[in-house]
Antibody
Framework: QVTLKESGPGLVKPTQTLTLTCTFS??????????VSWIRQPPGKALEWVAR???????FYNTPLRTRLTISKDTSKNQVFLTMTNMDPVDTGTYYC??????????????WGQGTMVTVSS | QSVLMQPPSVSGAPGQRVTISCTGG?????????VHWYQQLPGTAPKLLIY???NRPSGVPDRFSGSKSGTSASLAITGLQAEDEADYYC???????????FGGGTKLTVL
């Protein structure tokens, strides 16, 4: 059974760096074809894909956010990390990590974590 | 503004059929990329509802179906039930942005 759970600081100040952790079970990020993404959702607004990391350590970022993001993994601990620099109040929202399903284009998110709320405020 | 356009809201009475459209362009749906649909119940994480245009994951009722044509896709829900009241999102891939993109979401109200 695939599960994912996000964790983070909850509250960060403007200009600070945010680090989120996604701890997962039921799959390995060393298995060919496995991918994990981060997706965020401001309060009352739509979903926005943020970043993706693949089993072979390929990394992909949302273009407008690219300069602020770093995604990484620790396969021995079954964890994926997201770092976002220079946080701003507009970055406030729920951040989800999600497993990519083994479907044709490998881009559908078949299992989601419960999400972690991040508030950016001084 | 989202790359994929959805109506902000739709509604229907119990037992009725509703459809939710997802309109893209030549760099995403029109380029042949698959469309996926998610259901987000209030206060919960999104759940995969339809993958690869018209496939249901195990456990999703056959009242839910998807289709894709040209630069658009649609989600149809038949036999509407109160528990279907949720936000629905479409998702695809965009060449120009080199990443996954979501629609703006559609709130379904069961009257």
């Amino acid at each position: 059974q695939v599960t994912l759970k996000e964790s983070g600081p909850g509250l960060v100040k403007p200009t600070q760096t945010l680090t989120l952790t996604c701890t997962f079970s039921g799959f390995s990020l060393t298995t060919t074809g496995t991918r994990v993404s981060w997706i965020r959702q401001p309060p009352g607004k739509a979903l926005e894909w943020v970043a993706r990391i693949d089993w072979d350590d390929d990394k992909f970022y949302n273009t407008p956010l690219r300069t602020r993001l770093t995604i990484s993994k620790d396969t021995s601990k079954n964890q994926v990390f997201l770092t976002m620099t220079n946080m701003d109040p507009v970055d406030t929202g729920t951040y989800y990590c999600a497993h990519h399903g083994n479907f044709r284009d490998l881009r559908a998110f078949d299992i989601w974590g419960q999400g972690t709320m991040v508030t950016v405020s001084s | 503004q989202s790359v994929l356009m959805q109506p902000p809201s739709v509604s229907g009475a119990p037992g009725q059929r509703v459809t939710i459209s997802c309109t893209g362009g030549s760099s995403n749906i029109g380029a042949g990329y698959d469309v996926h649909w998610y259901q987000q119940l209030p206060g919960t994480a999104p759940k995969l509802l339809i993958y690869t245009n018209n496939n249901r994951p195990s456990g999703v009722p056959d009242r839910f179906s998807g289709s894709k044509s040209g630069t658009s896709a649609s989600l149809a829900i038949t036999g509407l039930q109160a528990e279907d009241e949720a936000d629905y999102y479409c998702q695809s891939y965009d060449d120009a942005l080199s990443g996954s993109v979501f629609g703006g979401g559609t709130k379904l109200t069961v009257l």
